[in-house]
């Protein structure tokens, strides 16, 4: 398997070539699975600065198909006719590819005439800009795509996942969108379990990040800047009426940011009519969706963060409210607006209405304070670290099928000598043997054995069936550890033979462990016995826990003696 990150986002693009993207993300990850042979998976990340894929193929690029590891990510120069930018990011793996690229198939149709799987991260690259390209009617050559493969898209999930990539660094949403893009790719259908794996592992490395560092902190977010950015044209926020025009998630955090501040008088808005259960869950007041018109005209500041792709707030409606305002107020206190959605919530045209003053994320972005840098590199150590130890993670993982298959050849050996030990009904026993006495008189208790003293009979259990005695679980036990160590003993005769005898010790510990295998080494630690098979066995004989038939007295307590004839547990 081989795991793509892609990204077009406020590093290497325009704020509103990130919203006209961002616009058309609703369905992505499902049209992807289905256009892109050999995706397994997709989720798609979209927030208010950036929409990122995350992408689960089963070929990697160049000669890593197939492999988790950190292959060189970026895209192949000279497949998208831009060339490569670098993003400063320090090496020359992380490159954004801007240009035109050849025509992806248009259809599932067409497609199954191609290779079933897309050869690598540029194929995958190629097809992703040319759907994004239809769905946004943008022109290929205006996107950018940074793109990382393998251990450098771990990387770079992980540390978008911190908040280390987002406009504002150490931002706390972020966390809680990759959450819920995670659950939005499972709704659709569209998740892989290598996917979940990674995702989880990032929002992991995100909680270890807020906890070790103080790069999380508190007012880092897009709402946090911005309303202490529109704050210092207001007054206090104590004395503001304030209108949130949004419900969601974002919403929420905003209105934490609100009343830190101080901001007491805030209303509620949705054309939704989801306004009234928000206000309740928040402790505010909810807004008639017929009165939007008439609260524009008293309060102070207008928050949005809908982000549906069509404006809350017309030019027509703000115009109107402007004159509302010069009439009662003599004009002296301007129309503050907010816009914290990436695909804008106020109609374009507004900010140049007088009597507002307008804020979006343009203006935020360039108000956005610096990461402490001790701060940031011990972030970036962290998910380094996390890198690493994920990649060994998936190292580990793919000795699954081998692990899966020994499992199963020694199971498949403990079931045949199982089957070996099913006894036969002890009628037939009794008959076979010529009658067997009794040690426990008419009634049959005690165990009983053969006349002669011969080999001693089995006690029926309450089902009917003779149960198993100490000595034939240690034939069985003796017989199915002969099996297992037939090869390891032809293999360690052999390697004596070819003067391997180190080589063999270390593989030895290897499979093993010190432990055992320094006991191996050391030799027998007490005398041999002969086994069933007529093959020497040495060292302690290791049971199961037996119970003697007669082991409970009257109280129903465990007896200690272990008579000749026991019932295996």
């Known amino acids: 398997m081989a795991i793509y990150f892609i990204s077009a986002d406020h590093r290497f693009l325009d704020l509103e070539t990130v919203s006209r993207l ?23 990340l979209a927030t208010c600065n950036r929409l990122s894929l995350l992408l689960d193929s089963r070929s990697g690029s160049r000669a890593d198909f197939g492999s988790s590891s950190s292959a060189p990510c970026g895209v192949v120069p000279g497949v998208y006719g831009g060339g490569t930018v670098d993003d400063g990011g320090g090496d020359d793996s992380d490159k954004v590819a801007g240009g035109a690229a050849p025509e992806a198939p248009g259809s599932r149709g067409e497609e199954q005439d191609s290779p079933p799987v897309p050869d690598g991260l540029a194929a995958t690259l190629s097809r992703v800009s040319a759907l994004m390209a239809r769905r946004s009617g943008l022109e290929r050559d205006d996107l950018a795509w940074a793109s990382w493969e393998g251990a450098q898209a771990y990387r770079e999930l992980f540390a978008t996942a911190s908040g ?37 592992h990032a929002l992991v490395v995100s909680r270890r990040v807020a906890a070790e560092t103080s790069v999380v902190g508190r007012g880092r977010s897009l709402a946090a800047v911005g309303v202490d950015l529109v704050a210092q044209e207001l007054p206090p926020l104590s004395r503001c009426r304030v209108l949130l025009a949004g419900t969601g998630s ?10 830190e ?21 928040h402790g505010l007041r909810a807004l008639d969706p017929d009165g939007l018109q008439a609260a524009l005209a008293t309060v102070d500041l207008v928050i949005t963060c809908r982000g549906r792709g069509a404006p809350v707030l017309t030019r027509d409606q703000v115009a109107r409210a402007t004159a509302q305002r010069l009439r009662k107020e003599g004009g002296n206190r301007p129309l503050t607006l907010l816009d914290l959605s990436l695909v804008r919530d106020v109609e374009r045209g507004v900010e140049e209405l007088p009597g507002v003053v307008y804020t979006g ?13 001790e701060d940031l590199a011990a972030a970036r150590a962290i998910v380094a670290q996390e890198t690493e130890a994920f990649e060994r993670f998936l190292r580990g993982r793919r000795m699954d099928g081998l692990i899966t298959g020994l499992r199963s050849q020694v199971n498949d050996m403990v079931a045949q000598e199982a089957a070996r030990l099913r006894p036969v009904p002890a009628a037939g026993r009794r008959s076979a043997a010529g009658g067997t006495g009794s040690r426990g008189g008419a009634g049959g ?33 003796r017989r199915l550890a002969a099996r297992l160590l037939h090869h390891p003993t032809v293999a360690a005769r052999r390697a004596g033979q070819d003067g391997r005898e180190e080589d063999f010790r270390v593989a030895l510990e290897t499979v093993l462990g010190p432990e055992v295998a320094g006991g191996v080494a050391a030799g027998p630690r007490r005398s041999r016995s002969r086994g069933d098979s007529g093959s020497e066995v040495s060292g302690p004989v290791c049971l199961p826990r037996v119970v003697s038939l007669d082991a409970a007295d009257s109280d129903g307590r465990e007896s200690t003696a272990t008579p000749p004839s026991a019932r295996v547990q």
């Open 261 to 281: 501040r101080g901001a007491a008088d805030v209303t509620v808005y949705s054309a939704s009519h989801r306004a009234q259960s928000f206000a309740q869950g």
């Open 250 to 259: 974002y919403a929420g955090a905003t209105v934490s940011v609100l009343r």
């Open 361 to 373: 994320l343009e203006r935020i972005q360039s108000a956005v304070p610096e990461a402490g840098t």
């Open 445 to 477: 208790e005690g165990v009983g054995m053969a006349d002669g003293g011969a080999e001693p009979s089995r006690r029926d259990d309450e089902d009917g069936e003779a149960l198993v005695t100490v000595a034939e679980a240690q034939q069985a036990l």
């Open 164 to 200: 280390l990539e987002s406009m504002v660094v150490g931002e706390r949403q972020i966390a809680g969108q990759v959450r819920r893009a995670l659950g939005e790719a499972e709704r659709e259908g569209t998740l892989s379990p290598d996917l979940v794996r990674v995702v989880e």
């Open 22 to 44: 961002g616009a058309v993300a609703p369905g992505l990850g499902k049209e992807l699975v289905d256009l892109l042979p050999g995706l397994r998976g997709a989720m798609v």
